[in-house]
């Protein structure tokens, strides 16, 4: 029999009987502000489970179900969460883990699609080809995290910290990633020889100051009022991208056609290789 205890008083909230937690079956069980840290609960069922303000940290759980659990201010601190289940593919099948502690954790091809994610903490995590389509991850950190071959679609990444990141191969598409910080990112592919993709998406307000953004696919992208000094863009793909009143101060534009961009207002008289049509102009201050 293994008991699981309040971090708070000690007190029993749960009882397994089982002298192991692998595939322990947690399912709709009452857990919160459980002390569970340093486990062993690979493969466990915790859908539907509450793990409200529960300490997870340093578990293994690779392969846990968290799909429809309730975990906001969960403590998930260097947990390893690799190929973990955090949603049944549906939003009313998905996870609320608002304000969780996700920092220093390995979350390896994790399925966190439609996952509430407001306020968390990613910092140099590895979320390596994990999934948030339609996830809510706004005003998070993820500063120094690997975020190689992840999806975003259609998320809501607005008001996050993605600076010193690693976004080779990620996808964006129709994500929106307006007032967030990309200062000094890697999106260029240098790992995977793929680079990001952001067909779409709302980049509007962003901060961009040092960024990597070689071969980049910015497809009909916003990048309205964006802070790209220092960039690199070369050969960045912008087919249809809106710039409007942003800052490109010393952005290298080699090899891009600024034929296809959608300029307004943007001083593009500081910024390096840039060659823009002479019909292009007259929309430049």
Same mark, same amino acid.
């Given at each position: 029999?293994?008991?699981?205890?309040?971090?708070?008083?000690?007190?029993?909230?749960?009882?397994?009987?089982?002298?192991?937690?692998?595939?322990?079956?947690?399912?709709?069980?009452?857990?919160?502000?459980?002390?569970?840290?340093?486990?062993?609960?690979?493969?466990?069922?915790?859908?539907?489970?509450?793990?409200?303000?529960?300490?997870?940290?340093?578990?293994?759980?690779?392969?846990?179900?968290?799909?429809?659990?309730?975990?906001?201010?969960?403590?998930?601190?260097?947990?390893?969460?690799?190929?973990?289940?955090?949603?049944?593919?549906?939003?009313?099948?998905?996870?609320?883990?608002?304000?969780?502690?996700?920092?220093?954790?390995?979350?390896?091809?994790?399925?966190?699609?439609?996952? &509430?994610?407001?306020?968390? !903490?990613?910092? $140099?995590? %590895? +979320?390596?080809? @994990?999934?948030?389509?339609? =996830? #809510? /991850? *706004?005003?998070?950190?993820?500063?120094?995290?690997?975020?190689?071959?992840?999806?975003?679609?259609?998320? &809501?990444?607005?008001?996050? !910290?993605?600076? $010193?990141? %690693? +976004?080779?191969? @990620?996808?964006?598409?129709? =994500? #929106? /990633? *307006?007032?967030?910080?990309?200062?000094?990112?890697?999106?260029?592919?240098?790992?995977?020889?793929?680079?990001?993709?952001?067909?779409?998406?709302?980049?509007?307000?962003?901060?961009?100051?040092?960024?990597?953004?070689?071969?980049?696919?910015?497809?009909?992208?916003?990048?309205?009022?964006?802070?790209?000094?220092?960039?690199?863009?070369?050969?960045?793909?912008?087919?249809?991208?809106?710039?409007?009143?942003?800052?490109?101060?010393?952005?290298?534009?080699?090899?891009?056609?600024?034929?296809?961009?959608?300029?307004?207002?943007?001083?593009?008289?500081?910024?390096?290789?840039?060659?823009?049509?002479?019909?292009?102009?007259?929309?430049?201050?």
């Amino acid at each position: 029999m293994i008991d699981i205890r309040s971090k708070e008083n000690g007190d029993i909230l749960y009882s397994v009987d089982s002298d192991t937690l692998m595939h322990a079956d947690f399912r709709s069980a009452n857990l919160r502000n459980a002390d569970l840290s340093g486990l062993d609960l690979r493969h466990a069922d915790f859908s539907m489970a509450i793990l409200i303000g529960a300490d997870l940290s340093n578990s293994q759980l690779q392969f846990a179900d968290f799909s429809g659990a309730k975990m906001s201010d969960t403590n998930l601190l260097g947990a390893d969460l690799s190929r973990a289940l955090f949603s049944s593919g549906r939003a009313t099948g998905a996870a609320d883990m608002s304000h969780a502690n996700l920092s220093q954790s390995v979350m390896l091809a994790a399925n966190l699609d439609f996952v &509430n994610l407001q306020h968390s !903490n990613f910092k $140099d995590a %590895d +979320l390596s080809y @994990a999934s948030f389509k339609s =996830a #809510d /991850l *706004s005003s998070s950190d993820f500063s120094e995290a690997d975020l190689c071959e992840a999806s975003f679609n259609n998320a &809501n990444l607005s008001n996050c !910290n993605l600076s $010193d990141t %690693d +976004l080779c191969g @990620a996808h964006f598409n129709n =994500a #929106d /990633l *307006s007032n967030s910080n990309l200062d000094r990112a890697e999106l260029s592919g240098e790992k995977t020889q793929q680079p990001a993709i952001f067909t779409m998406a709302i980049l509007e307000n962003s901060s961009l100051v040092g960024t990597n953004m070689e071969g980049v696919i910015l497809k009909k992208a916003n990048l309205s009022q964006t802070d790209m000094r220092k960039a690199n863009l070369s050969n960045a793909v912008l087919n249809g991208a809106f710039i409007r009143n942003a800052n490109v101060e010393d952005a290298d534009f080699s090899g891009v056609a600024l034929g296809t961009v959608r300029m307004q207002f943007s001083n593009f008289s500081k910024a390096k290789n840039a060659d823009i049509p002479a019909h292009k102009k007259a929309n430049l201050r």
